[in-house]
T-cell receptor, first 114, second 108 residues
Framework: SQTIHQWPATLVQPVGSPLSLECTVEGTSNPNLYWYRQAAGRGLQLLFYSVGIGQISSEVPQNLSASRPQDRQFILSSKKLLLSDSGFYLC?????????????FGPGTRLTVL | GEDVEQSLFLSVREGDSSVINCTYTDSSSTYLYWYKQEPGAGLQLLTYIFSNMDMKQDQRLTVLLNKKDKHLSLRIADTQTGDSAIYFCAGTNEKLTFGTGTRLTIIP
């Protein structure tokens, strides 16, 4: 069966520091991968999605970037964190449009920028 | 793009039925989903309905889809304390668009 992992689970970082969040998927190949941010008490905002290695689409202009160095690995990064980057970051995978593109979510990373 | 709207809060007495409503704007959504998010956790897929269906039932969960009114609902029968969570509806048309979520509170 497929599983999706995220780490770290929680992170506290000072303003201006770099960021690297990792997401990996097991049990499937060539998944679509997604990064979402959920601000406190709010819905989900799609940040990036990827349909293959090295292919990244950005949904909103921001201080963050994403990379997909391997088929089942998706990384969210920042060179210098802002206070507004605080939130709950969720990674998700799907099998693509042919399978209805149902998305399955990881456990999330809670980021606090101080 | 698609807009998906939900009420923010719902309180239900334990043992009663909960009905969470959602409206969407894009009638070309192929699938419509309900996700559950417990505190501090990721989103758990509860159920989904294909756009050519009117109803889907899965144990205590019933999904109703009214395509004419672009209205989706999730009914939870015999609501339990473990059902306390935020419930998101989502529609897909190239991308998955989420509602703001409805926080369900169970009253003992």
């Amino acid at each position: 069966s497929q599983t999706i992992h995220q780490w770290p689970a929680t992170l506290v970082q000072p303003v201006g520091s770099p960021l690297s969040l990792e997401c990996t998927v097991e049990g499937t190949s060539n998944p679509n991968l997604y990064w979402y941010r959920q601000a406190a008490g709010r819905g989900l905002q799609l940040l990036f999605y990827s349909v293959g290695i090295g292919q990244i689409s950005s949904e909103v202009p921001q201080n963050l970037s994403a990379s997909r160095p391997q088929d089942r690995q998706f990384i969210l990064s920042s060179k210098k964190l802002l206070l507004s980057d605080s939130g709950f970051y969720l990674c998700a995978w799907s099998g693509g449009w042919k399978s209805g593109d149902t998305q399955y979510f990881g456990p999330g990373t809670r980021l606090t920028v101080l | 793009g698609e807009d998906v709207e939900q009420s923010l809060f719902l309180s239900v007495r334990e043992g009663d039925s909960s009905v969470i409503n959602c409206t969407y704007t894009d009638s070309s959504s192929t699938y419509l989903y309900w996700y559950k998010q417990e505190p501090g956790a990721g989103l758990q897929l509860l159920t989904y309905i294909f756009s050519n269906m009117d109803m889907k039932q899965d144990q205590r969960l019933t999904v109703l889809l009214n395509k004419k009114d672009k209205h989706l609902s999730l009914r939870i029968a015999d609501t339990q304390t473990g059902d306390s969570a935020i419930y998101f509806c989502a529609g897909t048309n190239e991308k998955l668009t989420f509602g703001t979520g409805t926080r369900l509170t169970i009253i003992p």
